[in-house]
């Protein structure tokens, strides 16, 4: 679709809108901008984002005159697809398309798409680092923080981009189709969005549904749902794992990471010549080393990074130590199933703040995995009440309910001996609370270091 001179509807004033309206402005197409919330100030909108400021703007709800004219409408990922509105727009014969398909439609050159329920941040980040090591021009883009939509325009065909895709942005595209395309893991999440486990599988599956034979697919061997996905694709499929070897694809034996092509056999590294914790990092690293070597970075220059290469802000993050006590900020644990992962990469007794938002999540393995390790859990939020009772069900009885995030804090500390670990790691979202889990681990971080060791 030729977009020049048409008419764009951008629903959403946040940072994907700004993103979208900004690109399709640049390759001149008429904007108009729509969003749900009628008691925003246009005025002070405008002010922000100056980019706004020839545009007509729609708040609070979208009629059947307003929809008329339009060619296309460019959904923000925040933005759910089963709106009466976005439900009037399919019925009108108005194509959808979210940031991701709009990104692409511009964008040159190559581009790495990498998904999954955990893990996503790090392996884009670490994949990102690789790629920049050996190739010129390299973008790290997507979920992580950067609107793909905000780097289209300046990409060439010897650009790399490397996109952390979140199954809210999936939903919406249609001829997207990355060169490598990579599933971490699917456990439960956002069935708030989704509603069922079968919709958020099939969501997540999508990256790959365009990619040509010729182009690569990195899964999860022991993801069983991945593994089965796996077998269904046209496409090449190179498999990680962290538990049996394979005869094609990266696998974890004892502490060393290999690869083998089906002919030979190579090792890549020892896991304690990295910087990061757990067997999920170790993943994450299995993952952005097939991500790599499958568009062509030579295994020295992967190598290199993979030994400096630090944890991401946020996730299993160490903060400081006060007292003898170690705290770590996992404010990225916004599920139980990453949640867990913090708990098993913690090597010290732990006392664990968590509870958030809930997102309809079951706690149950999450406080089985506790294991003994978890000496305090204090909770906050709008699920503490829900997840006391499912601690209590499981036996654990050592919990404290606060208030307020700085109340859960100061308990842990005070609760705290020398040797014990402090974590965030909530398990939920931050909504409610804070305005997103950056906000959240960067308010422990401060906090934490504020802490008098007197």
């Known amino acids: 679709m030729d977009l020049t001179g ?84 399919k019925k009108d014969g108005i194509p959808i398309w979210g940031e991701i398909e709009l990104a692409c439609h511009f964008a040159k050159g190559r581009i790495v798409a990498i998904t999954g329920t955990n893990g996503k941040t790090t392996t884009t980040a670490l994949c990102g680092e690789i790629m920049a090591n050996y190739y010129r021009d390299v973008k790290v883009v997507g979920n992580i ?69 010729d182009e690569v697919c990195v899964l999860n061997y022991e993801d069983e749902v991945l593994r089965a996905f796996g077998e269904t694709l046209h496409t090449n499929v190179l498999y990680f794992s962290s538990r049996q070897k394979l005869d094609r694809g990266l696998y974890l034996d004892g502490e060393d990471i290999y690869y083998a092509d089906g002919e030979n056999t190579t090792k890549v590294i020892n896991v304690n010549e990295l910087n990061i914790l757990g067997t999920h990092n ?55 199933d990453a949640a867990i992962k913090g708990i098993c990469a913690m090597n010290r007794p732990t006392l664990l703040i968590g509870g958030g938002y809930d997102k309809q999540s079951e706690y149950d393995e999450w406080i089985e995995s506790f294991g003994g390790k978890v000496k305090l859990l204090v909770l906050i939020g709008q699920t503490r009440e829900k997840i006391a009772a499912c601690a209590r069900a499981h036996g654990f009885e050592n919990i404290v309910l606060c208030d307020t995030f700085e109340e859960a804090i100061d308990t842990c500390y005070r609760n705290a001996v020398s040797g014990d670990a402090v974590l965030l790691s909530p398990a939920c979202a931050s909504w409610g609370m804070f305005k997103n889990y950056e906000e959240r681990g960067r308010i422990f971080k401060e906090y934490v270091r504020a802490l008098k060791e007197d």
């Open 6 to 89: 048409k008419t764009v509807l951008v629903v959403g004033s946040g940072i994907s809108g700004v993103a979208a309206t900004e690109l399709l402005k640049k390759k001149n197409v008429n904007v108009v901008l729509f969003d749900g919330n009628k008691e925003l100030d246009l005025t002070a909108l405008r002010e922000k984002h100056p980019v706004f400021a020839d545009v007509k703007i729609i708040l609070g709800e979208l009629t059947a005159e307003d929809r008329s004219g339009l060619d296309l409408v460019v959904l923000s990922p925040g933005v759910p697809t089963d709106l009466p509105m976005v439900e009037d727009l």
């Open 282 to 336: 170790y993943e994450n690293v299995m993952a952005a080393t097939g991500i790599a070597l499958s568009l062509g970075v030579p295994m020295d220059k992967i190598v290199e990074v993979l030994k400096r290469f630090q944890a991401v802000e946020h996730r299993i993050e160490y903060v400081t130590e006060k007292r003898g006590v170690k705290f770590y900020n996992d404010s990225k644990g916004t599920n139980p």
């Open 145 to 213: 923080g950067i609107p793909y939509t905000s780097v289209a325009a300046d990409t060439t065909d010897e650009t790399v981009t490397v996109a952390e895709i979140s199954s809210f942005q999936l939903e919406t595209i249609h001829t997207f189709h990355p060169a490598v395309s990579a599933i971490l893991n699917i456990t439960p999440d956002h069935l708030n969005r989704h509603h069922t486990m079968e919709c958020y599988i099939k969501t997540k599956e999508r990256i790959a549904e365009n990619q040509t034979e």
